[in-house]
T-cell receptor, first 112, second 114 residues
Framework: GQQLNQSPQSMFIQEGEDVSMNCTSS?????WLWYKQDPGEGPVLLIA?????ELTSNGRLTAQFGITRKDSFLNISASIPSDVGIYFC????????????FGKGTKLTVNP | DSGVTQTPKHLITATGQRVTLRCSPR?????VYWYQQSLDQGLQFLIQ???????AKGNILERFSAQQFPDLHSELNLSSLELGDSALYFC?????????????FGEGSRLTVL
C-alpha cells in the first residue's frame, strides 16, 4: 500500500530554535496535511495543502506542498515549550479526507 | 475539545473476547472514520462511513466490523481479540468526505488485550 516516509523520527531542540521536518512518498498525493498530537489526545490539524507548490503559513508554522506532489515539509520557527508533541504528515491520494495515509510521526522535544 | 466523543477511554480485556467502541461525531458532521494507532504501525485507516453508508475501507481485519447509525453515531466491533489488537483506536469526523482532509479526532479508546 501507499506509505509516507517521515523524517526525522525524533528531534531534541532548545527553545527558540527553528525546526524542519519532511515527508516523502513514492506515489502522488493530491492533498497534504500536517497534524499534531499531544499526549493523551487525538491528532489536531495544523495546516492543509491542496495545490502542488503551495506554501501556507499558520502563525509560526509554514508548510509546503512539493511540486512533484510526492513530498511536503513543515517548518516551525522560534520553538516554544508547548510545541512539544508528535507531528504527523498525512496525504490523500484522491484529495480531501478520503483514505488518509499517515506518516509515522516526528516526536519533538523542546528544552526550555 | 474537538467535539468528537469516544467511549470507553480505556478497556482491558482478554484474548478471544469481543468489544464495542463507540463514537459520537461533531454536531453536523456526516462522515465518520476509524483509525488504529499502534507504536510500530502509526495511524492506520480502518473504515469510513458517510451518512450511514460505508464509504471507504482500509486495512480493517475481517474480525472487525463497524456501522454508522441513523443518529450518525458509529460503533466499531472487534471480535476474537488477539494480543496484537492492543492499540489506540481513534474515531474522527468531518462534514463530508471531500472536506479538505480536515478530520476532527476524538481522544481515542485505548484497548489492552491480555
Amino acid at each position: 500500500g501507499q506509505q509516507l516516509n517521515q523524517s526525522p523520527q525524533s528531534m531534541f531542540i532548545q527553545e527558540g530554535e527553528d525546526v524542519s521536518m519532511n515527508c516523502t512518498s513514492s506515489s502522488i498525493f493530491n492533498t497534504w496535511l500536517w497534524y499534531k498530537q499531544d499526549p493523551g489526545e487525538g491528532p489536531v490539524l495544523l495546516i492543509a495543502l491542496y495545490k502542488a507548490g503551495e506554501l501556507t503559513s499558520n502563525g509560526r508554522l509554514t508548510a509546503q506542498f512539493g511540486i512533484t506532489r510526492k513530498d511536503s515539509f513543515l517548518n516551525i520557527s522560534a520553538s516554544i515549550p508547548s510545541d512539544v508533541g508528535i507531528y504527523f504528515c498525512a496525504g490523500s491520494p484522491q484529495g480531501g479526507s478520503e483514505k488518509l495515509v499517515f506518516g509515522k510521526g516526528t516526536k519533538l522535544t523542546v528544552n526550555p | 475539545d474537538s467535539g468528537v466523543t469516544q467511549t470507553p477511554k480505556h478497556l482491558i480485556t482478554a484474548t478471544g473476547q469481543r468489544v464495542t467502541l463507540r463514537c459520537s461525531p461533531r454536531s453536523g458532521d456526516l462522515s465518520v472514520y476509524w483509525y488504529q494507532q499502534s507504536l510500530d504501525q502509526g495511524l492506520q485507516f480502518l473504515i469510513q462511513y458517510y451518512n450511514g453508508e460505508e464509504r471507504a475501507k482500509g486495512n480493517i481485519l475481517e474480525r472487525f466490523s463497524a456501522q454508522q447509525f441513523p443518529d450518525l453515531h458509529s460503533e466499531l466491533n472487534l471480535s476474537s481479540l488477539e494480543l496484537g489488537d492492543s492499540a489506540l483506536y481513534f474515531c474522527a469526523s468531518s462534514v463530508a468526505p471531500g472536506s479538505g482532509g480536515e478530520l476532527f479526532f476524538g481522544e481515542g479508546s485505548r484497548l489492552t488485550v491480555l
